[in-house]
């Protein structure tokens, strides 16, 4: 059974920076691609960035120049490293999990998710 664990939200001021993790564990998880969704308030989750395991990346157009997803294999983590953060991106960011069936944009897009993680809180607020 692949389990996600997610650290690295908080509160931050508009303009900041911040870096969440998502630590991967469970047979077969080295195979999975991975990505993050993001639920703002009062809105539907939306996908906003998933990476194969090669390392190919899809990103939503409102992510585009300010967040880098990368994973570490040996790890089996994965980070988004958010930049110029805005207050439209506050909101409960959940790492997800999938099989590689199908194509990162579609992962993020368009598939049920097969392993959720709890999610963490971010927070841009001055």
């Known amino acids: 059974q692949v389990q996600l664990v997610e650290s690295g939200g908080g509160l931050v001021q508009p303009g900041g920076s911040l870096r969440l993790s998502c630590a991967a564990s469970g047979n077969g998880v080295e195979h999975y691609s991975m990505g993050w969704f993001r639920q703002a308030p009062g809105k539907a989750r939306e996908g906003i960035s998933c990476i194969s395991r090669v390392g190919s990346t899809y990103y939503a157009d409102s992510v585009k120049g300010r967040f880098t997803l990368s994973r570490d294999n040996a790890k089996n983590t994965v980070y988004l490293q958010i930049d110029n953060l805005k207050p439209e991106d506050t909101g409960v960011y959940y790492c997800?999990?999938?099989?590689?069936?199908?194509?990162?944009?579609?992962?993020?897009?368009?598939?049920?998710?097969?392993?959720w993680g709890q999610g963490t809180q971010v927070t841009v607020s001055s």
């Open positions: 997800a999990a999938d099989p590689p069936v199908t194509t990162v944009q579609a992962m993020c897009t368009e598939v049920p998710i097969a392993v």
